[in-house]
């Protein structure tokens, strides 16, 4: 059974970089046709994706947020993590880490494990 | 403001069956068959319940059924239990520009 957990700081001051990182168990990060993806959900609001990598490292990002945002893979570590730069209040929201996989064994139609998320409040 | 609209509450009674719309535009619910929907208690990790318009995955009851119809997805619960309280959200591939967009899910009350 696939697991992923997302851990890192729960408050970040305005301007500053968020960086959190999601565990992986049950699996390999780096085989098979999966993408990790970052999804966040400020309070009160829907889900938001913000974007994903691909097992070999590929990247692609939302467009709102594809100037600050960056997602790396750790394989040594089975993890992956998102930064987000020159944080602002609208940026405080619940982060969840999913794995993204397709009925056809390529490319992403769906999100089929997801952590339980993390709050993350942009605060000075 | 989500891409994808939902209404924000549904309610029914146990046994009883509920749908929960989701309406897009010609650039994600319509032009692609790959619609998904999650069910999400609360603190806990969202739960994949329909995949690729109307696939349920295995372990899903099929108590949960879904569709399409133009730019509107549909999810039908029935037999409603319980359990069945929780937050459902909708989610759409959108293209290689907007990618992968959501709805602003809606909370199902089982009175």
């Known amino acids: 059974q696939v697991q992923l957990q997302e851990s890192g700081p729960g408050v970040v001051k305005p301007s500053q970089t968020l960086s959190l990182t999601c565990i992986v168990s049950?699996?390999?990060?780096?085989?098979?046709?999966?993408?990790w993806n970052w999804i966040r959900q400020p309070a009160g609001e829907g889900l938001e994706w913000i974007g994903r990598?691909?097992?070999?490292?590929?990247?692609d990002y939302s467009p709102s947020l594809k100037s600050r945002v960056t997602i790396s893979l750790d394989t040594s570590g089975n993890q992956f993590s998102l930064g987000l730069d020159s944080v602002t209040a609208a940026d405080t929201a619940v982060y969840y880490c999913?794995?993204?996989?397709?009925?056809?064994?390529?490319?992403?139609?769906?999100?089929?494990?997801w952590g339980q998320g993390t709050l993350v409040a942009v605060s000075s | 403001q989500s891409a994808l609209t939902q209404p924000r509450s549904v309610s029914g009674s146990p046994g009883q069956s509920v749908t929960i719309s989701c309406t897009g535009t010609s650039n994600d619910v319509s032009a692609y068959n790959f619609v998904s929907w999650y069910q999400h208690h609360p603190g806990k990790a969202p739960q994949l319940l329909i995949y690729d318009v109307s696939q349920r995955p295995s372990g899903v009851p099929n108590r949960f059924s879904a569709s399409k119809s133009g730019n509107t997805a549909s999810l039908l619960i029935s037999g409603l239990q319980a359990e069945d309280e929780a937050d459902y959200y909708c989610?759409?591939?959108?293209?290689?520009?907007?990618?992968?967009?959501f709805g602003g899910g809606t909370k199902l009350t089982v009175l």
């Open positions: 990598i691909y097992s070999r490292g590929s990247t």
């Open positions: 999913a794995r993204g996989t397709s009925a056809m064994g390529r490319g992403m139609a769906y999100f089929d494990y």
């Open positions: 049950g699996g390999s990060i780096s085989s098979g046709n999966y993408y």
């Open positions: 989610c759409s591939y959108a293209g290689t520009y907007d990618l992968w967009v």
